[in-house]
């Protein structure tokens, strides 16, 4: 074997599967896989690609809920050093042609359950892609028969570190989606990094509820666990009580959630029923996760949990061990093993200064995992990612301790009467508030302020007002009164994308809908 594949996806599940060939693989539904298993159906899935003419560099978009088909095509793209183009499920057929065109996609692996929106593509483009679902819905390739053609020991060249892993498409809260490449070397360093920072073993059993097309799901959630050989448990979607019963029924011992997940079990009416307690550990990110949430997750979920913060970019750049889960509330850690941070005044400087202790700044990062750019966006590449340098648009400050706090994103701080306020700082006092489930806080345009700070609120009790919210404000003595809430609107859920994150800008767009309707 060259030695620059070994530094490949590809190696990491062959070795595994040599190494670990009994062990369980796989759960999905009622089907069940060992190593052994998953090594020859996805071994198959490829030979049956080659055949029909998939090359190294070709792009195959997989629009799957998180099922078997979903990892077989995952990984035979893989080995022939395809590009793997995960994306979500949710997404309209409008917003899959684009991507299937902006990738330049060769086959088009998708759920028998979306099969009616793949049917709206467009004819001709539908005619120049390879199909593969679990039926042959819209003239697609069943799963089962590409498997059974497969295995006629047509071998080709593994993939190197340098090539190609997967595009994997930005949720677009800033405009059109943009594919966001990921090498080999990303991927094998994200994968070993979590190993080495989870401290993860062939014994672990992971439980999947982050969507297998996000970052948090694959490369920072399976691939780690596959790659030491641990059993990953498939759910197609998320549901609080499913995931519940599920921990208990499987002896889950490691569980990714994003935080509003994690908060929806913490208050389903169920949660004391279940036993919880093969749990090893709660790692969660995709938003810095509220302090009054932390101190509930280990008082009664878990009493190890990980607080990381990373970006499609970039993931796993920041960690909170357990160890300081609680003496360092509201921060997400520090710089993991391969990750190099900086905070900086101004990200366009053409010398960069770094910040002070407790000055926020804009964090920039530099590491293995670090995306090499956007696909087919040269302009943007550049503007991100200068001298090795990845510029996040994330605001944090860093204290004495060395310990990172998120303070928001740079587009979302709230300059109201000359003063700048920080979104992240009077969200984690209104978590504090009795009656607050949720809540993300925006500034909303006011003729004499310039912005007011305004709370969006989903409350846990029903008797909740913003007269009590305001008084718990005046009183608690955590946060200077300039900063609080001049307004306090109410809603049912908050919007987010897959990875957790609050989308206000939805929030804004939404609450000007209302006033002009009022």
């Known amino acids: 074997m060259n030695p620059d594949t070994s530094f490949s996806v590809a190696s990491l599940l062959l ?18 896989l060992t190593y052994a298993d998953l090594g020859a159906r996805v071994t198959a899935l490829a030979d049956a690609w080659f055949a029909a003419g998939v090359r190294s560099g070709d792009r195959v978009v997989i629009y799957s809920h998180t099922t078997e088909l979903a990892v077989l095509a995952y990984f035979a793209s893989q080995l022939l050093g395809a590009v793997a183009v995960p994306i979500n499920f949710r997404l309209a057929p409008g917003e899959v042609e684009y991507i299937v065109r902006d990738a330049g996609a060769r086959v088009l692996v998708f759920g028998a359950r979306l099969a009616a929106n793949v049917e709206r593509l467009p004819a001709p483009l539908l005619q120049r892609l390879l199909l593969v679902s679990e039926t042959a819905a819209c003239g697609a390739t069943a799963l089962e028969t590409l498997i059974a053609s497969g295995g006629t020991a047509v071998r080709w060249q593994l993939p190197q570190a340098q090539d190609l892993a997967a595009l994997v498409y930005t949720s677009g809260t800033t405009g059109r989606p943009k594919g966001v490449m990921h090498t080999h070397a990303n991927d094998v360093a994200i994968a070993t990094n979590v ?28 691939l780690p666990h596959l790659a030491v050989g641990a059993a990953n448990v498939l759910h197609e979607s998320y549901a609080a009580e499913a995931t519940l019963a599920a921990i208990e029924a499987e002896r889950i011992s490691t569980l990714f959630a994003v935080p509003t997940q994690i908060v929806e079990m913490l208050h389903h009416p169920r949660f004391a029923g279940f036993d919880l307690r093969s749990l090893r550990m709660i790692t969660t990110g995709g938003a810095a996760i509220a302090e009054a949430t932390m101190e509930r997750v280990v008082r009664e979920f878990c009493p190890q949990i990980f607080n990381g913060y990373g970006m499609t970019e970039a993931s796993l750049t920041l960690l909170l061990h357990p160890r300081h889960a609680l003496e360092r509330l509201g921060s997400v850690g520090k710089p993991t093993l391969i990750s190099r941070c900086r905070l900086v ?43 090795g340098w990845l510029r996040t648009g994330d605001l944090f400050r860093r204290d004495t301790d060395g310990f990172f706090h998120f303070c928001g994103r740079a587009d979302d701080m ?15 006092v209104l978590h504090r508030c009795a009656g607050v489930k949720e809540a993300a806080v925006v500034g909303l345009p006011d003729p004499k302020w310039g912005a007011v700070v305004t709370a969006f609120v989903v409350r846990s009790d029903g008797a909740l007002t913003a007269e009590s919210i305001d008084r718990f404000f005046k009183t608690s003595g955590l946060i200077a009164a300039f900063k609080r809430p001049k307004r306090v609107i109410f809603v049912d859920a908050l919007p987010t994308n897959p990875s957790g994150k609050v989308l206000k800008r939805e929030l804004v767009a939404h609450h000007a809908t209302q006033e002009q309707a009022a």
């Open 15 to 32: 070795r595994t599967v040599e190494r670990h060939p009994g062990e369980l693989a796989l759960v999905a539904g009622e089907g069940r």
């Open 195 to 222: 190993v080495m920072e989870y401290s993860l073993v062939p014994t672990d059993r992971a439980l999947h509820i982050c969507p297998l097309y996000h970052v948090g799901g694959m490369q920072a959630y399976f």
């Open 345 to 387: 005044r101004d990200v366009d400087a053409a010398v960069l200064e770094d910040t002070a202790p407790d000055e926020v700044g804009q964090l920039i990062v530099q590491g293995p995992q670090v995306t090499r750019g956007y696909w087919n966006l040269p302009e943007e590449s550049a503007r991100r990612l200068k001298n």
């Open 414 to 428: 709230i300059v109201s009467g000359g003063e700048n306020i920080y979104p992240r700082e009077v969200e984690e």
